[in-house]
């Protein structure tokens, strides 16, 4: 979806402010507001695209007025709701009128917490093999799917090349659309500058996204 | 958000969904065990050992797991170097995909709308605003992390340092210098930290 998150190459939002010293959390309920995340997005109830993309589908407004923890806190009570898992009366009361269902994986306990915090593996094997090959020209489709994807509006309809082959992956798009790992090759696309911004862009800027290969054609 | 966030724990853990034994787990790894102390390690055994470098930009996450680190390192990592002639920034204009294996939780700053937005346009002047200027004609190699690989830098190793321990490299190597908004802390620097 064409939607507020997609800020690449947006002007107008300011410096960027670092923070000196700054602590892994500001306050003890955003601690919390992430583990919340991690232990039910642990649960198979949804994946990770699935997850993004109930944080893109939050207001324009709302998603620049949030801070990261406050948008991770809003998406994790739309899908719970949104699942089933949960009512909104109860969240407004605070507490549960009625036991959970069961989940598709049982909760992780905490010795099992460890094991869940190390990064799992999306790539897939492979049904065909990779079409482009690395140095290869290629052009990002110009498509702007209602539902979620990984090419950012800066980088479509442009020529670049292929830099990597990252392998073969679960296709984002896929699994929010239409709730299903369909893996895709994954390439590192490399652009110059004057391709995504023109004749006034630094020349020394060479940038690249991550790209599936059905965001894909040959150059 | 204290009240809020309460409300949805509460009604989590009486369904049984979550156990706050776990979520104090999560916390606790976060403040006190995952975090840039684990890819400054990796950093630093790059700089003391080439052919660790070498499989480091091969494979990192199958490099780092022949460390033994105490904090194991998932899946789908790469490590990109800085040269004299190229220097390599990591965003995420979509969202706020960082490498939270080595590096934990992301600051404020990565995930802000100003960072997002003007990284892979005019990195520069992102540059700037974090106090660093570089030659006008090294290359800025922006990479936007679109999918789930995850991209660490390997910033340069700083003059002066030979012969020195991977503890005291480890020292060196700053969170911001491997997201790519950074440089090492030079010899100089390193030296007057220590002493202070």
Known sequence: MNGIHDLGGMDGFGKVEAEPAE???????????????????????????????????????VYLNSSYYRKWTLRLERLCVARGLLTQQELDAGHATGPGRPLKKKTATPAEVDRLLVRGSYSRPATAPARFQVGARVRTKNIHPASHT?????????????ERIQGCHVFPDAAVADGVERPEWLYTVTFEASELWGPDADPTVRTSIEAFEPYLEAA | ????????????????????????RIVEAY?????????????????????????LLEDASRAIETMGLKQKVGDHLVAVENTPTTHNMIVCTLCSCYPWDVLGLPPVWYKS???????????????????????????????DSTAETRFIVLPMRPD?????????????????????????????????????
């Open chain 2, 31 to 55: 403040e006190t065990r995952i975090g840039p102390h684990i890819g400054a390690q990796v950093v630093a055994r790059a700089w003391a050992d080439p052919a660790f470098k070498q499989k």
């Open chain 1, 23 to 61: 602590p892994p959390f500001h306050d003890t309920w955003e601690g919390r507001a992430l583990a919340l995340n991690r232990l039910m997005g642990a649960t198979g109830e949804w994946n990770i695209d699935v997850g993004r993309y109930w944080i893109e589908t939050l207001p324009p407004a």
């Open chain 2, 160 to 196: 002066g340092t030979d012969g020195w321990s991977e503890e005291r490299l480890a020292a060196l190597v700053t969170r911001d210098s491997m997201i790519g908004t950074g440089l090492a802390k030079t010899a100089a620097e390193a030296n007057a930290g220590a002493g202070a």
């Open chain 1, 150 to 162: 990984r090419l950012p509006r800066f980088a479509r309809g442009h020529v670049g090349t292929i």
């Open chain 2, 1 to 24: 958000m204290q009240l809020r966030v309460r409300a949805l724990e509460t009604v989590l853990t009486e369904k049984g969904y979550v156990d706050p034994a776990s979520l104090d």
């Open chain 2, 113 to 143: 709308t100003p960072y997002r937005s003007r990284s892979v346009k005019e990195p520069r002047t992102v540059l700037a605003d974090f106090g660093v200027t570089l030659p006008a004609d090294t290359t800025i190699r922006v990479w």
